[in-house]
């Protein structure tokens, strides 16, 4: 089973902020790798597929980049509605896996 | 429109069998590459990848909980049925059903809104 490891875990930052995100893979796994929004009491929603890809109607400040083992999610100029856990996951192997989680807060 | 349902029960007893359906729209499971995926959320907790139904009707499950889950379809109704025996109060969560395919990777494009499962006596 891949092992996502996220960070961090857990990130204070005040808008217009550069954010990044990082997910680690315990193997390699391609570009199959996406990542999700949740806000509090809801869905998770796609933002990024396939290590890079925006997923329809996602604003243009998120981006994803990396392969093999390390990714990246990045929020440019970061705003208050951005308060949210971002989830990584694989779909390089099943079993599927997420990484642990990182909850933005927005001072 | 793509839309997915999950309906169950709130309230189940330790040891006993859940039994959660997820009603889709706006897709079949009879196209080639398209797949429906039940995951769950303890309460504060990370999201955990259940199973797996392919529009083959191949399935694939969590490596912890393959003993005790089994995933349906009724491509007819366009439902998938998860059940789950023997459930623990660690199995109190928030389920959601999701659509993957091929054609986005299999990353889990659509989510359902989900449906809370508390289990306790």
């Known amino acids: 089973e891949i092992v996502l490891t996220q960070s961090p875990d857990f990130q204070s930052v005040t808008p217009k902020e550069k954010v990044t995100i990082t997910c680690r893979a315990s193997?390699?796994?391609?570009?199959?790798l996406h990542w999700y929004q949740q806000k509090p009491d809801q869905s998770p929603k796609l933002l990024i597929k396939y290590a890079s890809q925006s997923f329809s109607g996602v604003p243009s400040r998120f981006s994803g980049s990396g392969s093999g083992t390390d990714f990246t999610l990045t929020i440019n100029s970061l705003e208050a509605e951005d308060a949210a856990t971002y989830y990584c996951?694989?779909?390089?192997?099943?079993?599927?896996?997420f990484g642990q989680g990182t909850k933005l807060e927005i001072k | 429109q793509v839309t997915l349902r999950e309906s169950g029960p709130a309230l189940v007893k330790p040891t006993q069998t859940l039994t959660l359906t997820c009603t889709f729209s706006?897709?079949?499971?009879?196209?080639?590459?398209?797949?429906v995926s039940w995951i769950r959320q303890p309460p504060g907790k990370a999201l955990e990848w259940l199973a797996r139904i392919d529009w083959d009707d191949d399935k694939y499950y969590s490596t912890s909980l393959k003993t005790r889950l089994t995933i349906s379809k009724d491509t007819s109704k366009n439902q998938v049925v998860l059940t789950m025996t023997n459930m623990d109060p660690v199995d109190t969560a928030t389920y959601y059903c999701?659509?993957?395919?091929?054609?986005?990777?299999?990353?889990?494009?659509?989510w359902g809104q989900g449906t809370m499962v508390t289990v306790s006596s």
């Open positions: 193997q390699s796994i391609g570009s199959s």
């Open positions: 996951h694989q779909s390089s192997s099943l079993p599927r896996t």
């Open positions: 999701a659509r993957d395919s091929s054609g986005y990777y299999y990353a889990f494009d659509i």
């Open positions: 706006g897709f079949s499971l009879s196209t080639s590459g398209m797949c």
